[in-house]
């Protein structure tokens, strides 16, 4: 008996020893954890917690990473509402200041003088009258990680909030494919016959048009924007799911026990929904971590390509789109940084679905 297999444990505490001795699954896992947490609390988390993180300051447009600089901040001329803690959770909040870059300033009496950054080795004199100021603390000084893009936004922010696009986009998109592929596949092998040769032919069509062509022609019917992508992409993953699970309910139709309950005149979805699927859960587990890392580089490269998240709203994808041209110039991380970043989330959940698959295969564990 394996050491990592304990006759008094269940099986799937047995896959969780298992698991945990993969150190690659467990980093995996972790990066994985580390990511949602970020999402949930992102406008929590992030410099800019402004809706989308679209605080534009044209004036430090394009800076590399480490950037610092100093900003007055001037009282807006309309109200801002108040935010409560779970509308900024959701949404962020909007700045109740604007924010001028400076190189310097001094007080005048009930005025302030500023040197307002304009450009390197740029600026303008202005006087600001305190009562456009907060009463205290107007002058800040800000920290840029990874630098800002072209249109002077914290791509670090940008990042951060932009997490949520891909665990959601991931989430949606398996539990679609999950949900379509699982009834098909589960079909098809149960009742076999004109039903499985129906489902197969389907599978067979849509296997054999590109993933990207497909989901090109489903966005272009849908239309561009945040939900379609779900669905688009949802609507082209559940083919391996269902041929997945096809196979393995063909092989669990033609068990003993299956043969049981039909003779106790169990009905059919009731064995399929009771007996069948519960016994081939290992293997969905494991292919949805595989499609949910696909659905993030999917959801990236159309994103890229202008067909997916529409701006403002941060992507992964769209970051790279509107920073791509800078990687040949002086500033190459506003198109790297979140290269990076979708290179190391789909590595984790690829990590994780190697794991989990070496975990719940039983055979050779005994």
């Known amino acids: 008996m394996s050491k990592l297999t304990h006759p008094s444990f269940s ?19 972790v990066i994985i954890f ?17 809706p989308n ?8 447009q394009a800076k590399k990473p480490g950037y610092k600089k100093e900003f007055i901040k001037t009282k807006k001329e309309k109200d ?9 959770l959701l949404y962020g909040k909007e700045d109740a200041f604007n924010l001028i870059p400076i190189n310097g300033y001094q007080q005048n009496g009930d005025s302030v003088i500023i040197q307002k950054f304009i450009d390197d080795g740029v600026e303008d004199r202005i006087t600001i009258p305190k009562s456009k100021l907060p009463s205290e603390n107007y002058i800040v000084s800000k920290t840029f990680w990874l630098g800002t893009d072209r249109f002077g936004r914290d791509i670090l922010s940008r990042l ?32 076999r016959g004109k039903t499985d040769t129906i489902i197969m032919w389907l599978i067979n069509v849509i296997w054999s048009i590109p993933t990207l062509l497909l989901v090109f022609g489903i966005t272009l019917a849908l239309g561009k924007g945040f939900w379609q992508i779900f669905i688009a992409v949802g609507l082209t993953m559940w083919v391996s799911v269902a041929r997945l699970i096809r196979g393995q309910v063909i092989a669990l139709r033609e068990m003993e026990y299956i043969q049981a309950a039909k003779a106790l ?3 059919d979805m009731r064995i399929i ?8 859960l290992g293997p969905v587990i494991v292919i949805a971590a595989s499609n949910f890392a696909t659905a993030i580089i999917v959801e990236a490269g159309l994103s890229f390509l202008g067909v997916g998240v529409q701006p403002p709203q941060p992507s992964w994808g769209l970051m790279i789109k509107e920073n791509y041209n800078f990687i040949i110039t002086h500033n190459p991380m506003l198109a790297l940084a979140p290269g990076f970043a979708i290179m190391i989330l789909v ?11 070496d975990a719940l295969d039983v055979r050779g564990k005994m």
């Open 11 to 29: 099986f799937s505490q047995n896959a969780w020893r298992r698991l945990k001795k993969n150190k690659g699954a467990m980093f995996g896992l």
């Open 34 to 50: 580390l990511s949602i947490l970020t999402g949930i609390f992102a406008y929590f988390i992030a410099n800019d917690s402004t």
């Open 53 to 60: 993180a679209d605080r534009q300051i044209v004036e430090i």
């Open 80 to 88: 801002i509402p108040h935010t409560d803690f779970f509308k900024r």
């Open 160 to 191: 951060i909030v932009g997490i949520r696009v891909s665990l959601a986009v991931g989430l949606i998109t398996v539990l679609i494919s999950l949900t379509i592929g699982i009834i098909l596949g589960s079909l098809a092998g149960y009742f």
């Open 265 to 267: 005149g169990l009905k």
């Open 273 to 280: 929904v009771q007996h069948i699927l519960p016994n081939v």
């Open 347 to 357: 590595l984790a959940f690829n990590l994780l679905g190697n794991g989990l698959r």
